[in-house]
Nanobody
Framework: QVQLVESGGGLVQPAGSLRLSCVAS????????MKWYRQAPGKEREWVAS????????NYADSVKGRFTISRDDARNTVFLQMNSLKPEDTAVYYC?????????WGQGTQVTVSS
């Protein structure tokens, strides 16, 4: 049974930091490209960051470049999103996504709220 379980969300003040984790099971994690998406209230889900399955190359949306860092630990089947210098506009539900060719899996999401 495929599972992606996110954790680490919460309430943080502007300029603060959070580290999201996503633990995977039920598939060969190391073979998959891993991504983070987010969805703010009333908006469409948007891509945030990706990390490849080979050489762990990374890509980021312009809105988070220089503030967020995606990483993976294949030994622990886990992908991380380190979020620094958070802004109120980063408030959203953050989703973990695994992708290999036509296969794609989603987690249930974790809420991140940036507010003073």
């Amino acid at each position: 049974q495929v599972q992606l379980v996110e954790s680490g969300g919460g309430l943080v003040q502007p300029a603060g930091s959070l580290r999201l984790s996503c633990v995977a099971s039920g598939f060969t994690f190391s073979s998959y490209v891993m991504k983070w998406y987010r969805q703010a209230p009333g908006k469409e889900r948007e891509w945030v960051a990706s990390i490849s399955n080979i050489a762990s190359s990374t890509n980021y949306a312009d809105s988070v470049k220089g503030r967020f860092t995606i990483s993976r630990d294949d030994a622990r089947n886990t992908v991380f999103l380190q979020m620094n210098s958070l802004k109120p506009e980063d408030t959203a539900v953050y989703y973990c996504n695994a992708r290999l060719n036509h296969l794609t899996y989603w987690g249930q999401g974790t809420q991140v709220t940036v507010s003073s």
